[in-house]
């Protein structure tokens, strides 16, 4: 089955505790992509990447980073985790171009104390 | 990317069809028309999208006017597991490659 998928769906921190999210998608998509969703704010883009080897920040990428070593893999690395980093985040993939849906995953949430 | 504009929450009766508008009136000749769904707090679902022409797949039919400045999703048989929060949104061919989620219509299937 297509799909993208996180781990872990859910994860309790604390403040400065380095963590990674996982991204793995089985569609062979060159474009991927991390968001993350908060109340009253919706859905904003923290970094994408056009193909293995390219990324590129997004709207929010104070905090974050990311690595594309392989296609299907793109990692979302919290290396000091602060409180207003507490969301639920989404990675997506898609073939790229406007005319290719972006599919996501399931969601991982977040909670830094 | 064109903005949109969609009404905040709509009720469909379960088994009729549920038609929701979208309002793009700045839209650009080469920008799609995507909807996607969000069920609690699941990832968005693509559900459909259409560049002029009117669309149909397994989930939804896509119409979109012949001026291009509005569209309308149409669930053919509404269920209860429907009822999600759904978004219009343009797409145009950004090289950032994201999507601008608006605030959506949420859609309550009733019984």
């Known amino acids: 089955e297509a799909q993208v998928t996180q781990n872990p769906r859910y994860l309790i921190t604390v403040t400065g505790k380095k963590l990674t999210v996982t991204c793995s998608q089985n569609m062979n998509h060159e474009y991927m992509s991390w968001y993350r969703q908060d109340p009253g704010l919706g859905l904003r883009q923290i970094y994408y990447s056009m193909n293995v080897e390219v990324t590129d920040k997004g709207d929010v990428p104070e905090g974050y980073k990311v690595s594309r070593k392989e296609k299907r893999n793109f990692p979302l690395i919290l290396e000091s985790p602060s409180p207003n980093q507490t969301s639920l985040y989404f990675c997506?993939?898609?073939?790229?171009?406007?005319?290719?849906?972006?599919?996501f995953g399931n969601g991982t949430r977040l909670t830094v104390t | 990317d064109a903005k949109t504009t969609q009404p905040p929450s709509m009720d469909c009766a379960e088994g009729r069809a549920a038609n929701l508008p979208c309002n793009h009136s700045?839209?650009?000749?080469?920008?799609?028309v995507y909807w996607y769904r969000q069920i609690h707090s699941q990832g968005p679902q693509y559900i459909i999208h259409?560049?002029?022409n009117n669309e149909t797949n397994e989930m939804a039919s896509l119409i979109i006017t012949e001026d291009r400045k509005s569209s309308t999703l149409i669930l053919p048989h509404a269920t209860l597991r429907d009822t999600a929060v759904y978004y219009c949104?343009?797409?145009?061919?950004?090289?950032?490659?994201?999507?601008?989620f608006g605030q959506g219509t949420t859609l309550q299937v009733k019984p």
């Open positions: 997506a993939s898609s073939w790229g171009g406007s005319n290719s849906p972006l599919h």
């Open positions: 700045t839209i650009s000749g080469n920008e799609y």
């Open positions: 949104i343009v797409r145009g061919s950004s090289n950032t490659g994201k999507l601008i």
């Open positions: 259409g560049l002029k």
